[in-house]
C-alpha cells in the first residue's frame, strides 16, 4: 500500500504572515516501520531501568529545555502564532511537568498492598508495569505542553513513545525528541513521526503498539478510538470542550469580568479548557457585561512576538474560517455582537476579541466549540437554569462558577457535568492535579497519578 499523501502539509506556515517558511517530507512506510522496530527493540531493555535512572534522564532535559526555554517559545510563537509571553510560560510548564513526573513517579507507581490473608496468600498485592510501545497523536494548540504531558508520563512509567504530532506544528515537535535525547533517553525511547493523519491508522494496526492517546477534535478521537477498539487497544482521548464560566450574585463581579477575559482569549482563544460559554444570573448581568465587554474591547492584536500585543493569529486560515462562520451565523440568526466580530484586514490569520449575547438554542453556536476568541454570553434566571445551560451542550472538559455562597458551591461541584470544576477562577492544569473530560470531551487523564497509570498493565500477584 503506497504512503498516503498528508491531506495537509507538514509544515511550518507563520500565522501571523500567511508564509510558509519551512517543509517537511513525510516519513515513508518503512521509515514507520523502522521507527516502530526501534521503539519495540528499546523497549525491551528500558522498561527494566530504575526509576531513578529515568528521573536523572528526565531532569537533565527539564534543565535542557529551561535554558532553552526562549529559544522554544519563538519556535512554537512561529508555528502557531501564540503571543511569545505565553510560549515562553508553556516551555516554563514543561519544565515543571517533567520534574514532577521524575520526582514522583515511584511513588504514584508503587505497588499496592492487599489483605494477603482474605485471599488465601502468603503475599498479594498490584504492581504497575509499562505496556509498551504507545502512539500520541497531538495537537497544534500547546504544541510542546500537549506533548510533553504525555512523554513525562510515559517515559517515567517505563514505557517508549511515538509521536504524531499536528502537520503544522513539526519544528516543535522534532525539538521534544531531540531535547529527551539529548537529555540522556536511550535511541527509540521517544520518536518524533513526520506523517498525516492518514498514516496513523497504520501505527495504531502494528502489533508492536500497544496502546494510543489522542489530544484533538472529536472526528480525529472518534477516527483513533475506533481503529483501536477493532484492535482492543486502550486509548485516551482528550477532546473538545465548551466550558461554562458561571457568574452568581454573590461572587466578585469585576474579579470575575477580568479573569474571564483570561480564561477565554489564553492562547488566541484556542484552548479546549478555555471558558467559552459565560452564564450570568440576570442580577449580575448588566454589569458582568458591561465589564467584560470593555476589558475584552481593550484587548490588543496584532504580532505575537510584541511584547505589547495580547492576542496573535489564529493558527490556521482554515481554524478563522470555521470561527467567522459560526459567528456570522449566529449574528444572521439574531445575536448581538457587543465588541468584535469580523476578520480583521491584511495578511495573517488574524480575529478580533468578539462578545456575543442574544444566542438562542437553534444556533450551532450554542452547543459547538468555537476555537477562536468569542465569548457567548447567555442570561439565567436562577442557579437551577445556570446550571441547565451549562450542561446543555455535548462536551464536558472543564468548568467554572463564581459565587461566595457555600451552598452554591456545592451545588455547581455536585452539578456541573465536566471533568473538572473550578470555583472562583478559571480551569488549568497542573501536573499535581488530574486532567480530563466526560461526554464528547472524551476519557481517561492525564497528569497526577491517574496519568502516569493509564498506560500501565496493573498486575495482580498472588503468592500461596
Ligand atoms: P485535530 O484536527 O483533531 O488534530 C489533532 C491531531 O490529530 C493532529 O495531530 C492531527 O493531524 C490528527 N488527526 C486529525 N484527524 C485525524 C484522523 N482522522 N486520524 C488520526 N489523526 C488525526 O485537532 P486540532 O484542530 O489540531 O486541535 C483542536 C482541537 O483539539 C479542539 O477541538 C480542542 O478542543 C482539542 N484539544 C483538546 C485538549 C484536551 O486536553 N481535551 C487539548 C487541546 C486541544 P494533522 O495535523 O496531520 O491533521
Known amino acids: 500500500m503506497p504512503t498516503p499523501t498528508p491531506k495537509t502539509p507538514i509544515a511550518t506556515i507563520n500565522p501571523a504572515t500567511g508564509e510558509t517558511v519551512k517543509t517537511f517530507t513525510a516519513a515513508t512506510d518503512a521509515e514507520v516501520d523502522a521507527a516502530i522496530a ?5 523497549f525491551a531493555d528500558y522498561r ?25 517559545a519563538a519556535l512554537m510563537t512561529l508555528e502557531m502564532g501564540k503571543t511569545l509571553a505565553s510560549a515562553k510560560a508553556e516551555a516554563l510548564k514543561c519544565v515543571k511537568g517533567f520534574r514532577y513526573y521524575a520526582d514522583h513517579a515511584e511513588t504514584l507507581l508503587a505497588d499496592q498492598p492487599a489483605d494477603a490473608a482474605t485471599v488465601g496468600a502468603s503475599r498479594a498485592f498490584a504492581r504497575y508495569q509499562p505496556i509498551g510501545v504507545v502512539l500520541a497523536v497531538m495537537p497544534w494548540n500547546f504544541p510542546l505542553w500537549q506533548a510533553v504531558r504525555f512523554a513525562s508520563a510515559a517515559l517515567m512509567a517505563g514505557n517508549v513513545g511515538l509521536l504524531k504530532h499536528a502537520s503544522n506544528v513539526p519544528q516543535t515537535a522534532l525539538y521534544l ?71 452568581m450574585p454573590s461572587a466578585d463581579v469585576a ?53 505589547g500585543v495580547d492576542i ?67 442570561r439565567a434566571a436562577d442557579i437551577d437554569e445556570a446550571i441547565e445551560i451549562a450542561n446543555a451542550t455535548p462536551f464536558g472538559l472543564g468548568s467554572n462558577a463564581w459565587t461566595r455562597d457555600e451552598g ?30 466526560i461526554k464528547r470531551s472524551g476519557y481517561g487523564r492525564e497528569l497526577a497519578g491517574a496519568g502516569i497509570r493509564e498506560f500501565c498493565n496493573l498486575k495482580t500477584v498472588w503468592v500461596a
Open 38 to 42: 526501534t521503539a519495540a527493540a528499546r
Open 48 to 72: 527494566h531501568t530504575s526509576f531513578a535512572q529515568r528521573a536523572t534522564w528526565m531532569h537533565a532535559t527539564a534543565d535542557l529545555l529551561e535554558a532553552e526555554a526562549d529559544e522554544v
Open 177 to 247: 525528541s531531540d531535547v529527551l535525547a539529548r537529555g540522556g533517553f536511550p535511541d527509540g525511547c521517544f520518536q518524533t513521526l513526520l506523517i498525516g493523519s492518514g498514516a496513523v491508522e497504520r501505527v495504531l494496526r502494528d502489533p508492536r503498539v500497544a496502546a494510543a492517546t489522542l489530544t484533538g477534535s472529536e472526528p480525529a478521537g472518534r477516527s483513533v478510538a475506533a481503529i483501536c477498539g477493532d484492535e482492543i487497544k486502550h486509548t485516551v482521548l482528550e477532546l473538545g470542550g465548551s466550558d461554562p464560566f458561571i457568574v
Open 255 to 307: 474579579a470575575a469580568a477580568a479573569v474571564a477575559v483570561t480564561a477565554r482569549v489564553q492562547n488566541n482563544g484556542q484552548s479546549c479548557i478555555a471558558a467559552k460559554r459565560f452564564i450570568v444570573h440576570t442580577d449580575v448581568y448588566d454589569e458582568f457585561v458591561a465589564a467584560f465587554t470593555a476589558k475584552m474591547a481593550a484587548l490588543t492584536v496584532g504580532d505575537p512576538t510584541d511584547p
Open 312 to 378: 496573535g493569529p489564529l493558527a490556521t486560515e482554515s481554524g478563522r474560517a470555521e470561527v467567522e462562520q459560526l459567528v456570522d451565523a449566529a449574528v444572521a440568526a439574531g445575536a448581538v455582537i457587543r465588541c468584535g466580530g469580523g476578520r480583521l484586514d491584511g495578511p495573517g490569520w488574524f480575529y478580533p476579541p468578539t462578545v456575543l449575547t442574544d444566542i438562542t438554542r437553534d444556533m450551532a453556536i450554542y452547543t459547538e466549540e468555537v476555537f477562536g476568541p468569542v465569548a457567548a454570553v447567555y
Open 408 to 437: 452554591e458551591i456545592s451545588r455547581f461541584v455536585d452539578g456541573i457535568e465536566a471533568g473538572q470544576v473550578y470555583i472562583n477562577g478559571m480551569t488549568t492544569s497542573h501536573p499535581e492535579l488530574p486532567f480530563g473530560g
